[in-house]
């Protein structure tokens, strides 16, 4: 039976309960995990935020963020590769509702 693969997108990334079992899960190949540059950017954007909000922005804050975020970060890097489209872009879906999802 061929390995199914699944893009990984932000969303399901930053809980980290949730992204604890996704990593586990392709650990033990039940399924081929990929992002891309843009999920990467947009799991760290989103990530930063919600840490901001919970914690603060403190330099003590800050630190801590720095820490776990290069943790997961290092964890998730040996478990899902990273792919990156080449130009001309594909065309996105016209169905994007925010500006953020559609290509720079």
Do not use: C
Request: aromatic share 10%; no cysteine; proline share 8%.
């Amino acid at each position: 039976m061929a390995t199914v693969k699944v893009l990984l997108d932000a969303n399901v990334l930053i809980p980290h309960g949730m992204r604890q079992t996704l990593e586990t899960y392709a650990r033990l190949g039940f399924y081929k995990g990929y992002w891309s540059p843009w999920i990467i950017e947009e799991m760290a954007r989103s990530g930063t935020w919600r840490w901001m909000r919970r914690y603060g922005a403190e330099s003590a804050s800050r630190s801590a963020l720095s820490r776990i975020a290069k943790i997961a970060m290092n964890r998730l890097e040996s478990t899902l590769p990273v792919i990156s489209p080449t130009i001309p872009y594909p065309s996105a879906w016209p169905t994007l509702r925010d500006p953020g999802d559609h290509l720079i």
